[in-house]
């Protein structure tokens, strides 16, 4: 059960500084109300707070993790590159046993740090296509069509372009690398930056190569909304010293000087709380501490900002009373609204993989397999920390991608969208779904059956993504899987982590597409190294 309700007086002292940024770690800290309260501070929750503090006199941000050092994905000490690194705080999940996958798995990694999954992940710096962002248009009905300001990409481009600096690379990096961008995609002053990296694998190209050869068009820029074909991609780092660039430095510590803005780290909030019912206010924020279990509330004058991320956010407004009333009612939970969807609907890339022999030895240089020599890893340390930065430190996981259509994939193609329509006009969607799952969630899938269909139909909006860094492994990514995993509430402790039901697989479509990709992959050939291809069935739930 929730805990009970400890009301106390807050009062405002100074927090303790640190050379980045202020934050806070007690109730004594924090002011009596705010205009806003914002719940989790990663990507989302701290762009927002940023944007807000610009117009509102007092904010404040409630973090489950802590102000730490967000290395990059491949940064000092660690030698093997794609390999275990020191990053700083998350969540690990493991889903409950897949009957799709032969009993496996899922395991999904999520932000805990001030930051959020912005601090962990592979820096892979994009976007999707603008056929992606006017899907959402048609799915959205006719709230969406009708609107001012729509969800399509003509609404969302400005804003895109407007979140980011990007910074171009050095001509004699171009030179070296042939990176191509177009900065008509980019223009923003914001502390969120992009760059390429001045260091690539030796074998990049090779890949590159291949593609070419199998017919696929180079485009100068993939973040203007057209990506069909092959894509340098940037990676989210500062141009000059090549560490990560991220929600906690860019939207708190660089703007942490202003006097309304409060972050509040190792709480946990426990649920929004509506005395008189949601429409009306001012609801107040159920906070726990994680220090000592210490409970207490927070007003917001405004709004409350849930932005807890898609393993975190259902559970609070679950925990509020807001989500399935069957679920709520199960749990002893009174159901303040019902809304069905909350903490269904879950879906991810997920992608098996292609890996290869060389017919006869690459020689190729830089290589991982050199990190493993004392004097080269050095050298690289030395690199990473000169001014600007160089060496292989300043890699990500991934410059370079393949963004293909399904068109492009199979002549097959139609089978699978009819397959897909046919579904969606029939009673064998509610099968896809998780047992007894409401009627309004069925009918919201087969609308997005529709809608993918027609998406997927197009030979300009990509199906598969394919990044590419070094190595004999490619993996086809899909992009739209249709099907639909839960978050939900531990039974035996609400307070715990919540339960995943991944459900990958639960589509029977999600494999007719995948076998799709992999039959084309194949048909890969790595000049001027032949190669000899085998597929490796293996599923990889975290891109």
Known sequence: MIPQIL????????????????????????????????????????????????????????????????????????????????????????????????????????????????????????????????????????????????????????????????????????????????????????????????????????????????????????????????????????????????????????VSDRPNYDLLVKHQVIRVVYTDGVSHGPPRVEIRSLSNDEVFNVTAKAEVVISAGAMHTPTILQRSGIGPAALLNDLNITAVLDLPGVGSNLQDHSSPGISWNYTKPGNFSNMPSDMLDPAYAARAVAEFNMTPARGPYTLAMSNTALYISLPNVTEEYMEIIEEMRKTADSDSAAAHLPENSDPSLVAGYKRQLHVLADLLVNPEAPSAEVPFATGTTMRPIILHPLSRGTVHLNSTDLLAQPILDYRAGSSP????????????????????????????MKTSNLT
């Open 7 to 254: 009301s106390v007086g807050l009062a405002v002292t100074c927090a303790n500084a640190l050379p980045h940024a202020a934050f806070k770690r007690h109730i004594s800290e924090l002011r009596p109300t705010y205009d806003w309260v914002i719940v989790g501070g990663g990507t989302s929750g701290l762009t927002v707070a940023d944007r807000l503090t610009e117009a509102f006199p007092e904010m404040l941000v409630v973090e489950y993790g802590e102000v730490a050092y967000a290395p990059g994905a491949f940064d000092p000490p660690s030698l093997v590159w794609g390999g275990p690194t020191n990053k700083s705080g998350y969540f690990t999940f493991n889903s409950v046993p897949n009957p799709e996958m032969n009993g496996k798995q899922a395991l999904l990694l999520v932000g805990q740090t001030v930051g959020g999954s912005s601090a962990i992940n592979g820096q892979y710096f994009d976007r999707g296509s603008r056929h992606d962002y006017d899907a959402w248009t048609k799915i959205g009905g006719p709230e969406f069509a009708n609107s001012t300001i729509k969800w399509d990409w003509e609404s969302l481009f400005p804003y895109f372009k407007k979140s980011v600096t990007f910074t171009p690379p050095e001509p004699s990096v171009v030179e070296q690398y042939g990176f191509t961008w177009d900065m008509s995609a980019y223009g923003g002053t914001t502390p969120i930056h992009s760059s390429f990296p001045p260091f690539l694998w030796g074998d990049i190209h090779l890949a590159r190569d291949a593609w070419r050869d199998m017919g696929i068009r180079a485009l100068d820029e993939c973040g203007g909304g057209d990506k069909e074909g092959m894509c340098w991609l940037p990676i989210s780092q500062h141009p000059v010293t090549a560490r990560r660039s991220h929600a906690g430095l860019g939207h708190y510590s660089d």
């Open 509 to 536: 479509v999600d494999f007719s597409i995948h076998i799709a990709h992999i039959k084309w992959l194949r048909t890969v050939r790595l000049k001027p190294l032949l190669v000899q291809l085998f597929s490796q």
